[in-house]
């Protein structure tokens, strides 16, 4: 790394840390992280601009009380959009590929569950939408 | 002994996101401002809600640093510099005014807007660890999207593209940058970045013109890509190649992107550029004695008592060699 020289950095990031209880959560509640352009967070879900990153927050709730599980989620086409973990707990990132729909399944230790809240409303799954870039060209 | 280029060094500390700046007035008896237009992040708009530990990572400088003892009051001259961004940031990192502290808050600049096409590096460092983590690599959201080569990436199409820090099969980290396509070339003094009252102002764009030097001095202008709102674009950039309209009264030696500006005499002068495809100009007004000014000065010093009978009567005595011939004049 001789010679190189670091002039910009870029700060940011979040924790969500769910506290120890009971298993079986009633439902996961799900927070989004608008992405850096395009219309972020809609009613639907989310909306995606392709080659963007968003974030998932996942907590397992019981009636507001935050539980520990394991949490995944996966993406039914990834041809549209790419589900991967963090290396932070119960912290995903969704990737926008290409235009299109998809939708995103959560499971909490292995089981698929569709009592969710995204953003405190309650739905079964999170519907993605990737659509092309609108950036200044 | 001529002091060589002393490198930047930038200590890493967490400030937050970038996103509405105001004034900072962060030391005492404001020995320190950083402005920044609210809502900048970044040389140009960067996005925000970035994640922590990208770094913007400027290449090597291909003659290792340009000696100089130029006038730091002048503006420092600066080495041979390939990236717009780079050079502009050294710039203001190398001032003599400000200190390691002060240069932490460079870091509100955030990753810079780059050019399409233009190379750049990303590197990422886990914040925690201190240290490069060997296991981690840095990848586009989409692949497709970016060229590799030896300069480092290029994004091939304009937007936002997403960089993922990847730690085996997980998520680390990830940020985003934004490519634009380059419509025009800039020019601005590197020293616009520091303001006569000791503040930093940001730039996003090329310098008022006309340029306003002193007959006399130095300056260092950067040459950049600017989108179509005049925001500077970075990344590496093609040689650049600079003209004076008026070598007599502005002479220019190309460093790479930045032209090293001597003013040599009072007059107007188009200073003209080209880097690649992207051509652009910028006015400099020289204030201060005029080329006939000075020549009328020599040959007024050579008409001194003695030498009244070798005086050249054509004006056509270089400067320098005037200055020459008056100090002999002068001497006993």
């Given amino acids: 790394m001789a010679n190189r020289r670091v002039l910009a950095m870029a700060f940011g990031g979040s924790l969500v840390a769910c506290s120890s209880s009971p298993p079986s959560p009633a439902v996961l509640a799900v927070t989004l992280t608008s992405p850096p352009v395009g219309e972020g967070l809609t009613d639907a879900g989310l909306s995606l601009p392709v080659g963007t990153v968003a974030e998932i927050d996942v907590c397992p709730t019981d009636d507001g009380g935050d539980i520990d599980g394991s949490v995944s989620a996966r993406a039914d086409d990834s041809t549209y959009a ?54 200044p060209r | 002994m001529i002091p ?45 809600v970035p994640s922590d530990g990208f770094s913007y990572v400027c290449p090597a400088l291909p003659d290792g640093g340009l000696d100089s003892d130029a006038a730091s009051d002048a503006g420092a001259v600066l080495p041979y510099e390939s990236d717009p961004y780079c050079a502009l940031v050294a710039e203001v990192m190398s001032n003599p005014r400000i200190g390691v502290s002060e240069a932490l808050f460079l870091q509100l600049y955030g990753i810079p807007t780059v050019a399409v096409g233009a190379p750049f590096q990303l590197a990422y460092e886990d914040p925690e660890a201190g240290a490069p983590t060997p296991s981690i690599t840095v990848a586009a959201a989409v692949p497709a999207d970016v060229q590799s080569n030896q300069a480092g990436l290029s994004i091939t199409v304009p937007g936002s593209l997403g960089f993922l820090a990847w730690q085996g099969a997980d998520v680390a980290a990830y940020t985003h940058i ?43 202008v950067v040459a950049f890509a600017e989108a179509d709102d005049g925001t500077m674009l970075a990344g590496g950039s093609p040689a650049c ?92």
Avoid: K
């Fill in chain 2, 241 to 332: 190649t600079f003209e004076s309209s008026a070598p007599q009264l502005l002479s220019v030696q190309g460093r790479g992107v930045v032209a090293v500006l001597m003013a040599l005499a009072g007059g107007d002068v188009t200073l003209s550029a080209q880097c690649g495809l992207l051509d652009g100009s910028i006015g400099v007004q020289i204030t201060g004695p005029a080329l006939n000014a000075d020549l009328e000065a020599s040959a007024d010093a050579e008409q001194a008592p003695g030498d009244a009978g070798e005086a050249g009567e054509d004006g056509a005595t270089a400067p320098d060699a005037g200055s020459s011939d008056a100090s002999e004049a002068g001497a006993p």
């Fill in chain 1, 82 to 135: 790419v589900l991967a973990a963090m290396t932070t707990p119960n912290q995903f990132v969704v990737i926008g590929v290409a235009p299109g729909d998809t939708t995103v399944r959560f499971f909490f230790n292995g089981q698929e569950t569709t009592s969710l809240t995204i953003d405190g409303t309650p739905a079964n799954v999170l519907a993605v939408e990737v659509v092309p870039q609108t950036a």
């Fill in chain 2, 4 to 48: 060589r280029w002393r490198r930047p060094l930038l200590l890493l500390v967490t400030l937050g996101a970038c996103g509405p700046v105001g004034t900072f007035d962060l030391f005492p008896a404001g020995s320190f401002n950083l402005s920044l237009p609210p809502g900048t992040c970044g040389i140009g708009p960067a996005l925000g």
């Fill in chain 2, 178 to 220: 934004l490519a634009r396509s380059p419509v025009s070339l800039g020019l601005s003094p590197a020293s616009s970045f520091v303001a006569a009252d000791h503040g930093y102002v940001g730039t996003d764009g090329s310098a008022a013109t006309p340029l306003v030097l002193s007959a006399g001095s130095i300056e260092s």
